[in-house]
């Protein structure tokens, strides 16, 4: 890895403002189970130069409930997420979805803000630098999508636009179902807008300064009923 500088914030707010400071050159670290991969296998051109670590910011990791229905904290662990019982009784598609992910390890370090917003798993996009040389692409920035005319096996072909990965996010998934919407925070203070408009064709939808803060799921109508299902070629981690 290359180095970096690394601040831990006491606040969104001064989270915000080191990205600010920083223009484009500083990313946010939470559990790091995405991000430290990405920077070893040096995926990226643009190497960070500082990162913003938001362990250090209290109260993120809250799972609460209200008249209006669920809100999570963006440092909540998806282990705490998915054997909450408060999350279980009403939400129980996303606690299976959050069990879902991974292995235990990952889930006991991964937080569902950034699971949110990791990067795609695209082979292309992930091809490790070290091995011949990093992959550049449309999601990069520079160069077409490989996926079109190459192993696309894995990909979204029907409707997807520009970048043909998969969104890598088992929680997405469910709290799309749930019609979750994400609270984000920036210098200029919050917005919150609809899971299904935080990702984009080649991202998401977070500004140089923006961070996520919280999940809100309105409660479900009472007839509701719920299942999270995932097609996988890994052995689960999980008893049934
Ligand atoms: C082997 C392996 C298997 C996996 N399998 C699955 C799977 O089956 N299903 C699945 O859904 N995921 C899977 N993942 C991804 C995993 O869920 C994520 O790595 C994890 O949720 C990321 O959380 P984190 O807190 O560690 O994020 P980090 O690694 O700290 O950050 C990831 C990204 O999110 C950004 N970020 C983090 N928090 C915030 C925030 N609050 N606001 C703005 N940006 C933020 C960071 O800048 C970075 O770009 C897998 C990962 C690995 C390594
Ligand atoms: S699918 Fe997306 S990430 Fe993969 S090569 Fe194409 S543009 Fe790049």
């Known amino acids: 890895m290359k180095p970096f500088e690394h601040y831990s914030a006491a606040s969104l707010k001064k989270a915000s403002?080191?990205?600010?400071?920083?223009?484009?050159?500083?990313?946010?670290i939470a559990g790091g189970t995405d991000l430290l991969g990405v920077l070893k296998d040096e995926i990226l051109e643009?190497?960070?130069?500082?990162?913003?670590?938001?362990?250090?910011?209290?109260g993120l990791d809250r799972i609460?409930?209200?008249?209006?229905?669920?809100?999570?904290?963006?440092?909540?662990?998806?282990a705490d997420i998915g054997?909450?019982?408060l999350v279980k009784r009403k939400y129980v598609a996303l606690s299976q979805a959050a069990e879902s992910v991974a292995s235990?390890?990952?889930?006991?370090?991964?937080?569902?803000?950034?699971n949110l917003c990791q990067d795609v798993r695209c082979w292309y996009y992930r091809y490790p630098h070290h091995m011949g040389g990093r992959m550049l692409c449309l999601r990069k920035?520079?160069?077409?999508?490989?996926?079109?005319?190459?192993?696309?096996?894995?990909?979204?072909?029907?409707g997807a636009k520009k970048c043909f990965a998969v969104c890598p996010s088992d929680t997405a998934i469910a709290l799309s179902a749930l019609q979750a919407h994400i609270e984000v925070v920036g210098?200029?203070?919050?917005?919150?807008?609809?899971?299904?408009?935080?990702?984009?064709?080649?991202?998401?939808?977070?500004?140089?300064?923006?961070?996520?803060?919280?999940?809100?799921?309105?409660?479900?109508?009472?007839m509701c009923r719920?299942?999270?299902?995932?097609?996988?070629?890994?052995?689960?981690?999980?008893?049934?």
Do not use: W
């Not at 609460?64 to 998806?78: C, F, N, P, Q, T």
């Not at 490989?146 to 696309?152: E, F, I, L, S, Y």
């Open 17 to 28: 403002s080191l990205l600010k400071e920083h223009g484009g050159k500083a990313r946010v």
């Open 46 to 58: 643009d190497y960070p130069e500082v990162l913003v670590n938001i362990k250090s910011i209290p």
């Open 64 to 78: 609460k409930e209200d008249s209006r229905g669920l809100r999570i904290g963006a440092l909540s662990k998806l």
């Open 83 to 85: 054997s909450s019982s």
């Open 104 to 114: 235990p390890e990952i889930r006991n370090m991964g937080t569902i803000g950034g």
């Open 141 to 158: 920035g520079s160069g077409p999508c490989h996926a079109v005319k190459g192993d696309n096996r894995y990909h979204a072909v029907m």
């Open 187 to 222: 210098e200029k203070g919050s917005r919150t807008l609809p899971v299904e408009e935080f990702f984009t064709p080649l991202g998401n939808a977070l500004g140089p300064d923006e961070l996520v803060r919280e999940i809100r799921i309105p409660v479900p109508p009472p």
């Open 226 to 240: 719920q299942a999270f299902l995932k097609f996988t070629e890994r052995i689960p981690s999980t008893s049934p």
